[in-house]
């Protein structure tokens, strides 16, 4: 049976590779993301809308107007984040920092904490959650993105606990290296220094990360994958990349 798939931060990368391998399996489906107009571009027959994670106003409205289009909300995807900078602690201005913690933390909480009731109440659903390898191996430079991501593994394991019983499962998907858009927000812009990330190694696809999230999604109701720590076969940690020619 189609279910309805709510997928946050799917004009881009791994949120519309997610949103268009659910759409492949029939599930209906409501995308949000500030850019709303590269939404249709997407999947064309999805519900979607303007979603800003940082503003409860908009996290509401988005949530109201998908429950209304599609009904209640059986797989929430919380993909929308973003690394701000290089900052290493010690430089930090904190505005980089509060735009992480606000979207990557603050933002998920928002979105999840006004589904989750209703998945409670009804016994089932699945809150998948888009963590990274920086949550599990912190880096120079990246200490509050890395931070923020490891702030998701206790919030998914608290939530795992409080819906025990309910028949809500929790997923995190962790994963090292993609190719998306990632790098150019970054780095605000500067795609040659983005294209760098890249270059000479095979990251991950979109649609790799896509793929884990299906498989959590597309097991029985009694199983639950916790978390699926996934990399290139080329990257062993945040700085143990091979490259070709070194
Ligand atoms: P992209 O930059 O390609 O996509 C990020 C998405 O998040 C965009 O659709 C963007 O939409 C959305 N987004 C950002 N801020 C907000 C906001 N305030 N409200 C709503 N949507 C927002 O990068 P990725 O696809 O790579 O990133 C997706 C997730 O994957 C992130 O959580 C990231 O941390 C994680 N990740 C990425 C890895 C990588 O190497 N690429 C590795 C591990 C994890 P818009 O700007 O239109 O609002
Ligand atoms: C993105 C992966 O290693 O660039 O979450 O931080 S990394």
Request: net charge neutral; proline share 4%.
């Given at each position: ?77 919380n993909n929308?984040g ?22 990557n933390?603050?933002?998920l ?19 998948v959650v888009i963590g990274s390898i920086a949550g599990h ?9 890395c931070?923020s991501k490891r702030a998701l593994q206790s919030i998914c ?14 997923t995190s998907v962790d994963p ?51 978390t699926i720590v996934v ?16």
């Amino acid at each position: 049976m189609s279910r309805h798939v709510v997928v946050t931060g799917a004009s881009s990368g791994i949120g519309a590779a997610c949103a268009r391998a659910f759409a492949r399996l029939g599930d209906r489906l409501s995308l949000g993301a500030r850019r709303a107009d590269r939404l249709p571009s997407v999947v064309a027959e999805a519900h979607h809308h303007e979603l800003d994670v940082t503003d409860p106003v908009s996290v509401a409205g988005f949530l109201d107007a998908a429950v209304a289009r599609h009904g209640p909300i059986d797989v929430l995807v919380n993909n929308a984040g973003l690394a701000r900078g290089t900052e290493k602690i010690a430089e930090g201005t904190g505005e980089a920092w509060r735009e992480m913690v606000e979207t990557n933390v603050l933002g998920l909480l928002e979105v999840t904490r006004r589904v989750l009731p209703q998945m409670i109440e009804r016994r089932g659903g699945h809150v998948v959650v888009i963590g990274s390898i920086a949550g599990h191996k912190s880096y120079a430079g990246g200490g509050v993105y890395c931070g923020s991501k490891r702030a998701l593994q206790s919030i998914c394991e608290a939530m795992r606990i409080e819906t025990l019983g309910t028949g809500v499962r929790v997923t995190s998907v962790d994963p090292g290296m993609v190719e998306t858009e990632f790098s150019l927000v970054r780095f605000r812009g500067d795609a040659a220094r983005a294209a760098k990330v890249y270059q000479g190694t095979r990251p991950l696809t979109a649609d790799d990360v896509a793929d884990c999230v299906v498989f959590a999604a597309t097991r029985p109701a009694h199983v639950d994958i916790e978390t699926i720590v996934v990399m290139p076969t080329d990257q062993a940690s945040p700085h143990h990349v091979h490259r070709a020619g070194s």
